[in-house]
């Protein structure tokens, strides 16, 4: 008898068989010892197009809002039905009397593999395989632990909710604005407040006036003090004389001795504005770093929100930093770190799913650049707890000149403690290091010669721009931007909007669409961005309906309340969202462009052909006018291409001229004619077609493809700016399109064509 596992990846499949010593390896599974390991390549199964339900929804129209489901269908993935085979085939067969989900241990990995569970029929028996760690040692005691998969129940209904209330969001308001517009706009759920929030940002940017204002720094013996703000130059310039060479009588002196402990572990959301702002990393390359990491056993699970450690691995400290000392980049920090120490981020009590993310242990090898670095990072995070606290001295000294009352503030260090290894500080901190001061001794009613005194100008800044980071951790903490009392508290205890392992995605979606781009380190809404928020009503744009949805999806986790419960607010809520703008059609439609040939209204359409193109049709489909795009308007309709004089090579035909962006070509676009059904583009030599060129064969490589498994093909070629590339291809072409540059003949993985 046999047990199916079935896991997330390839990877993460290879990593489980060799921990269980299965060696043997067929199409799409491991094999051996009673065991069938095999993976699912991210999500197999997933929600149907809106067409499914009905063919008149292959066209977006108002009159067809809201669309809601019911019940929903799931479709296999058209890229991937063939693994989704070969794991229905594993589960018909037999001698597989159980599986176990060794899916990522996360709310959506539960969703994959239920799923797919579903999809193929199977009624098998199946537990639950829950670790934070990739190496051998884990996955077995994982496998010696396995835990029944009823248990985990209600977090697969939390994820089914989220997964429709996605949907039912995304197709509805999406196709709403795209037609009332004319134009696509995705609305989501999480992804539309979190460009609200960045577009917010840059409005207060814009709309920022500096303000004057004017302070007084008196030198105190080697100390300093500040005034508040003043407005009045002439009331600076006044305090600024009263106070010049007269002494200051100290009226209190506080020195108190106080500890700083070790910054805590990192959870994704830290990790990910740190590596930004350290190394520029963007939220999806810290997480995509961070898994690779993971899946080569050298860190542990990366989708955490956790900073804490359960207490029974305290003792895993001493055997990690002895495994780890030799390592380029970890020798000082290893050196002194002292095992027997236990800081507070060894809390039991403070453990969700997962602990933090932490060394595991193994030597690194065969590490990327910049894996190496956020790994160094990582593990200094860890050897750092094993420091004592930063002993230091608070000061403060309060004083009066001239009836005016002044106070300066210090800081001594007396142990460094941990900061004598800190990780890099920003400009920040840096420049909060510089303003310490040690105060001068003195006592009560002493006098302190008031050294130097200057009445200051400066300005007032407008608020700085997100970063990655910095937006990526404002998501995990939203109720700072939020002034409601009551929706503060709401967004607080839920702990933001989007989760650990989404938040990088809905960057990219958002970055992918258009609505944002990257200026530097920093992150700017677009026209187009900033024209969505200005148009989306409160309702949808709003954090805290977002947050809302996730303490009711956290309910269901926690089995308080049902799948049918929440779907059936969902079904009677999403009217109401919709209400304010299905109500008012007319009033939201700014800017509409009437067609030149029937009146009717234009719709802004994104070419097949390039991606980066638009072009305008008639709403009216029977008018079949078709205009070019300049800048989101409409423009005069191009004139029609003649035909030239020279035939076409395969079929006879005539070739027609055009240009673009890469200068002239000739077209033949007579498919039926040609034996590929294809048509035909030559290159312009010298005012006539030319020869197209050969591409090189694609050879077989011993490389395999890391998505799907399959060997990866090999080509080269030259660019049209007359550089030589290499290409690497997987040879599943069209269920896996995984492609890579490459090097010397080798497949650089951290590189994919666009």
Avoid at 401 to 410: D, F, N, P
Avoid at 533 to 545: A, F, G, N, S, W
Wanted: neutral net charge; contains cysteine; proline residues 6%.
């Amino acid at each position: 008898m046999s047990k199916l596992v079935i896991c997330e990846k390839p990877s993460v499949a290879k990593s489980i068989a060799s921990a269980l010593g299965v060696t043997s390896r067929a199409d799409g599974y491991f094999e051996g010892g009673g065991w069938l390991i095999s993976w699912c390549i991210g999500h197999l199964v997933g929600l149907a197009d809106a067409a499914a339900y009905d063919d008149r929804y292959k066209k977006w129209r108002y009159e067809d809002l809201p669309i809601l489901p019911a019940p929903f269908h799931y479709v296999v993935s058209e890229e991937k039905a063939d693994q989704f085979h070969i794991l229905r085939s594993l589960m018909e067969r037999p001698d597989v009397t159980e599986l176990v989900n060794a899916c990522d241990a996360g709310r959506e990995g539960e969703l994959i593999f239920r799923l797919v569970y579903e999809a193929a029929g199977c009624s098998k028996p199946f537990s639950r395989l829950w670790i934070s760690s990739m190496e051998d040692a884990a996955i077995r005691e994982g496998f010696a632990d396995l835990h029944p998969g009823a248990d985990y129940d209600p977090l697969y209904q939390s994820a089914l909710c989220r997964q429709k209330a996605d949907w039912l969001i995304g197709i509805n308001a999406s196709r709403l604005f795209s037609v009332l517009y004319h134009r696509t706009l995705n609305i989501g759920r999480v992804q539309t407040p979190t460009l609200a929030m960045l577009a917010d940002r840059d409005s207060k940017i814009v709309l920022f006036r500096k303000e004057k204002y004017h302070y007084v720094r008196l030198a105190l013996e080697g100390a300093e003090a500040v005034s508040d703000r003043i407005v009045s130059p002439e009331d600076a310039q006044a305090i600024r004389d009263a106070c010049d060479g007269q002494r200051a009588v100290c009226v209190s002196l506080v020195r108190e001795k106080k500890t700083e402990n070790p910054p805590k572990l990192y959870d994704l959301t830290t990790l990910q504005r740190e590596a930004n702002r350290v190394f520029g990393y963007t939220a999806k390359q810290t997480l995509d770093y961070a898994q690779s990491l993971y899946e080569k056993k050298l860190t542990t699970y990366p989708r955490t929100d956790c900073r804490y450690l359960p207490e029974e691995q305290f003792d895993d400290a001493a055997r990690i930093i002895t495994a780890l000392s030799g390592v380029s980049g970890l020798e000082a920090v290893t050196a002194k770190a002292d095992s027997a120490l236990r800081g507070p981020v060894w809390d039991t009590k403070k453990i969700t799913a997962h602990h933090a993310i932490i060394p595991t242990g193994e030597e690194p090898r065969s590490l990327t650049a910049q894996e190496k670095e956020l790994y160094l990072m990582i593990a200094v995070q860890y050897f750092l707890q094993c420091y004592p606290p930063m002993l230091y001295e608070a000061q403060k000294i309060l004083a009066t000149i001239v009836e005016t009352a002044w106070e300066a503030r210090g800081r001594m260090i007396i142990e460094p403690g941990w900061t004598g290894f800190a990780a890099e500080e920003d400009d920040e901190d840096a420049k909060k290091k510089e303003a310490e001061q040690s105060l001068p001794s003195v006592g009560n009613n002493d006098a302190v010669l008031c050294a130097d005194v200057d009445a200051l100008k400066k300005k007032t800044t407008p608020p700085s721009r997100f970063s990655e980071g910095s937006l990526i951790e404002a998501m995990a903490s939203i109720h700072r931007f939020v002034s409601d009392a009551k929706a503060k508290a709401i967004l607080k205890e839920n702990e933001g909007i989007g989760t650990e392992a989404t938040r990088a995605s809905i960057l990219e979606t958002l970055k992918g669409r258009g609505f944002i781009t990257a200026s530097g380190k920093s992150l700017v809404s677009t026209p187009l961005g900033q024209s969505l928020i200005d148009m989306t009503p409160d309702t949808l744009r709003d954090p805290v309906t977002t947050a809302q949805w996730e303490q009711r999806l956290e309910a269901i986790t926690r089995g308080e309340t049902s799948l049918e419960d929440f779907m059936r607010e969902q079904y009677a809520a999403l009217p109401l969202l919709l209400a304010p703008v299905l109500s008012t059609p007319a009033a939201l439609q700014p800017g509409a462009f009437p067609c030149p040939k029937c009146g009717k209204a234009l719709r802004r359409q994104k070419s097949r052909q390039n991606a980066d193109e638009f072009f305008w049709s008639c709403s009216d489909a029977d008018c079949r006018t078709f205009l070019p795009d300049e800048d989101g308007k409409s423009e005069k309709p191009r004139e029609k291409a003649a035909p030239s004089e020279h035939p076409c090579p395969v079929c006879g035909r005539p070739l027609y001229s055009g240009k673009n962006d890469r200068g002239t070509y000739w077209a033949c676009y007579n498919k039926q004619g040609h034996p590929d059904g294809n048509n035909v583009f030559l290159p312009d030599d010298n005012g006539t077609p030319g020869q197209p060129k050969e591409k090189s064969p694609r050879v077989v490589t011993e490389f395999p493809c890391p998505d799907c498994g399959k060997a990866l093909l090999y080509r080269q070629g030259t660019s049209k700016a007359g550089k030589p590339y290499e290409v690497f291809s997987c040879s599943g072409y069209p269920n896996c399109k995984t492609s890579f540059w490459g090097k010397d003949g080798k497949p650089d993985f951290n590189r994919r064509p666009k």
